[in-house]
């Protein structure tokens, strides 16, 4: 069964540093998103993108973030210079939005540790 | 915009005893509602989902879920838990009149299923 993918599984890093997460989408999925989870919080909304482009983001998605599809696979998050309160879980997701009523399929995370 | 309470931090049962995980949203419209299941160290994995029709829905694993417009629930309901059942639930609406595609999530609940 495809699934979502995400590397790397775990990342530490020093505030301040830029880190890129990535991701590879089902491959015949048209719409993806990332989500993060900080640690006993709900899941949030970041971004969701389409036809090269985001089609909608949420207010924590601020200008230190950036998504990109650099090529047909890859579905990547950068955060320009990371703070203490980006910890968190990240999940990349994708759906085929050919389907009413689509659901999202999650890949396993990246935990993100800022220092 | 759409929001998910799921009231309960944990849920406990014994194995063999059913299961119900509650999940109450809010909404402008009529939503379209899910069910994901989270294992350790892996990502959201999708169960169930009412999109329209038949308010009882079915899923994987054996899960099914009501649909109550009137209380603005969708339970998620098993008649025998299993051991491995032990997994932290997310519920999530979507609202189609928003026009957006995102997911909003509960906190999610722990279940816990006794041997």
């Known amino acids: 069964e495809p699934e979502v993918t995400q590397t790397p599984s775990h990342q530490v890093t020093q505030m301040g540093q830029e880190v890129i997460l990535r991701c590879v989408p089902i491959?015949?999925?048209?719409?993806f998103y990332w989500y993060r989870q900080i640690l006993g919080q709900k899941v949030e909304f970041l971004v969701s993108?389409?036809?090269?482009?985001?089609?909608?983001k949420s207010e924590i998605f601020d200008d230190q973030f950036s998504v990109e599809r650099p090529d047909g696979s890859n579905f990547t998050l950068k955060i320009r210079s990371t703070k203490l309160e980006d910890s968190a879980m990240y999940f990349c997701?994708?759906?085929?939005?050919?389907?009413?009523?689509?659901?999202?399929?999650f890949g396993p995370g990246t935990r993100l540790t800022v220092t | 915009a759409q929001s998910v309470a799921q009231p309960e931090d944990q849920v406990n049962v014994a194995e063999g005893n059913p299961l119900t995980v509650k999940c109450t949203y809010s909404?402008?419209?009529?939503?379209?509602l899910f069910w994901y299941v989270q294992y350790p160290n892996r990502g959201l994995q999708f169960l169930l989902k009412?999109?329209?029709?038949?308010?009882l829905v079915k899923g994987s694993y054996g899960f099914e879920a009501e649909f109550n417009k009137s209380q603005t629930s969708f339970h998620l309901k098993k008649p025998s838990a299993l051991v491995s059942d032990s997994a932290l639930y997310f519920c999530?609406?979507?609202?189609?009149?928003?026009?957006?595609?995102?997911?909003?999530f509960g906190k999610g609940n722990q279940v816990v299923v006794i041997p």
């Open positions: 997701a994708s759906s085929d939005q050919g389907r009413l009523g689509y659901e999202q399929y």
């Open positions: 491959s015949n999925h048209l719409y």
């Open positions: 993108f389409y036809n090269n482009e985001i089609s909608e």
């Open positions: 909404v402008s419209g009529n939503p379209y």
């Open positions: 009412y999109i329209t029709g038949d308010n």
């Open positions: 999530a609406v979507r609202d189609p009149a928003d026009g957006n595609n995102r997911l909003a």
